[in-house]
């Protein structure tokens, strides 16, 4: 199981947006494999493992999708309350005070750059930008509780 774990989450998070419902559906994922287990020793080939694996937890997630109730429907005169931002708003404030180049780690990593690109971009070596990013959240972390 410790091999197709990246699968089976990948799997189980295209069936649900939810962090607790995607844990639900990993633990029938698993079960149904469990009480199959059988079948999965019988395929020797990786990749025959894998895709058979994949048909389980994409059976499994929609079985239990299908015996989940939809939820009630929201009532008519419900307002939703307006999204509060003034942590994020915060947060990129403080953002913005940083140095160069601190300021550009951090929004290249805010915007899904790892940390060879990142590095690439800036002329630092993978390991520098890691220890750059450490400390600048630190100091972003000491910022933020003195606010």
């Known amino acids: 199981m410790l091999r197709y774990r990246g699968l089976l989450f ?3 998070r295209r069936y649900s947006g939810d962090g607790l419902e995607v844990d ?7 079960l149904a494999l469990w009480n199959q287990r059988e079948k999965l020793f019988s395929i020797t080939l990786a990749p025959k493992q894998a ?3 994949w048909r389980v937890a994409r059976s499994t997630c929609i ?10 429907p929201v009532p008519d005169d419900y ?7 003034s942590l994020h708003d915060t947060l990129h404030e403080l953002i913005a ?15 899904g750059y790892g940390y060879k690109e990142i590095g690439r ?6 390991n520098h930008v890691g220890i750059r990013l450490m400390r600048i959240k630190e100091k972003l972390r000491e ?3 003195t606010k």
């Open 143 to 145: 910022q933020w509780n």
């Open 24 to 30: 639900d559906l990993l633990q029938e994922t698993m």
């Open 10 to 12: 990948s799997v189980c």
């Open 97 to 111: 005070l940083l140095p160069e180049p601190d300021h550009t780690i951090v929004t290249m990593h805010l915007e």
């Open 51 to 53: 895709g058979w694996i």
């Open 121 to 126: 971009k800036t002329g630092m070596t993978k």
């Open 63 to 72: 079985d239990l999708q299908r015996r989940t109730p939809p939820p009630s």
């Open 79 to 85: 307002d939703e309350p307006a999204p509060d931002n």
